[in-house]
């Protein structure tokens, strides 16, 4: 039994679909929102006779990826976070690069030599590496108007992934990775009247527009923090909303926290530090001009986790803001 396991966001889909569109193989999918990455512990060691893993962080599962290849499953691993130490087997392959200009859908195209090169530049342009995605686009000869339209597809695809949980998600990612497998080409997915581009897009400008309202609780020169609500418009666009300000404001890191204490007053939440028991769901997105940082800072922290240009917590409690804000500030500064 073949599994692919494979992270929710635009990068994690996209680098399944072009190794699927290439190589159609009947699995077992396992995949979840954006920020659940311990994904390959639901692989069933003694049925699992090959593993596909793709942007899900080495660290964050090496327990299940010992266990796997200590029952000899045959394991390819292809990701661009943090690796920790790489177990030493034959039946591990690997395609690991934590360059903070490389995705994994760009591994990918690498490995496939280009067949399914505009999937992976929407990729790119969803996981927020603008420089590298219009770098491949012009190698490839896209216009300037194609290049637009795959930064919106691998921004909505991106978009969907964000939330505490599936029912926070537009589309199940298991799913809508299934109906991306009908578009070969994904500029007839975006030419094709009401398709997911078109329903993920409404969606998104919704929810971005909300955004705009979010409350800023800290403003320095080398790092901005605002909150959201505990809402699921919020969580859905957390990561996507920080891209956002990074591409604004490329000189400075910049830190979305989302509130994850249920039930909530306004009140409350205007106090970002209302009590002991609140916690903080954080995107934090290094300065584009200075991609580093973003992961180890983040792993500092029980549930955090990342890259160099882009990383987050989980549960970030309260009374720890205000020192994650300050290293933040003094590592960027």
Not at 52 to 74: G, H, M, P, W
Not at 170 to 188: G, V
């Amino acid at each position: 039994m073949h599994y692919d396991v494979f992270n929710g966001d635009a990068d994690g889909i996209i680098s399944l679909l072009q190794l699927r569109l290439a190589e159609s193989k009947e699995s077992v999918l396992i995949t979840g929102v954006k920020r659940d990455i311990s994904l390959l512990k639901q692989v069933d060691v003694i049925k699992a006779t090959s593993v596909t893993v793709l942007d899900i962080s080495l660290e964050k599962n090496i327990q299940s990826l010992q266990a796997l290849l200590d029952n000899q499953v045959e394991v390819f691993y292809v990701d661009h976070h943090r690796t920790g130490d790489i177990p030493k087997s034959s039946k591990l392959t690997t395609l690991l690069n934590t360059d903070a200009n490389i995705c994994t859908s760009l591994l990918v195209n690498d490995f496939l030599q280009g067949k399914y090169v505009n999937w992976a530049i929407a990729a790119a342009f969803g996981d927020n590496m603008q420089a590298s995605a219009k770098a491949l686009a012009e190698n490839v000869g896209l216009t300037e108007t194609e290049q637009a339209q795959l930064n919106e597809l691998g921004i909505y695809i991106n978009y969907n992934g964000y939330g505490a949980s599936v029912e926070d998600l537009h589309f199940n990612p298991d799913d809508l990775y299934q109906a991306l497998l009908k578009y070969p080409d994904p500029f007839t997915l975006i030419n094709e009247t009401g398709s997911l581009f078109w329903q993920l897009k409404q969606a998104y400008l919704a929810d971005m527009a909300k955004a705009q309202s979010a409350k800023v609780i800290s403003e320095k020169t080398s790092v901005k923090a605002v909150q959201l609500a505990d809402e699921a418009w919020a969580r859905r666009v957390s990561g996507v909303f920080g891209n956002d300000l990074a591409n604004q404001a490329p000189d400075r890191a910049h830190i979305v926290l989302t509130l994850n204490k249920k039930n909530a007053s306004n009140e409350e939440q205007e106090n970002y530090l209302y009590q002991d028991s609140a916690s903080y769901t954080v995107s934090l997105r290094a300065p584009l001009n200075n991609k580093q940082g973003a992961g180890d800072i983040c792993s500092q922290f029980p549930t955090g986790g990342g890259r160099a240009a882009a990383a987050g917590i989980n549960e970030l409690p309260s009374l720890m803001l205000n020192k994650f804000i300050n290293m933040v500030k003094e590592y960027y500064q």
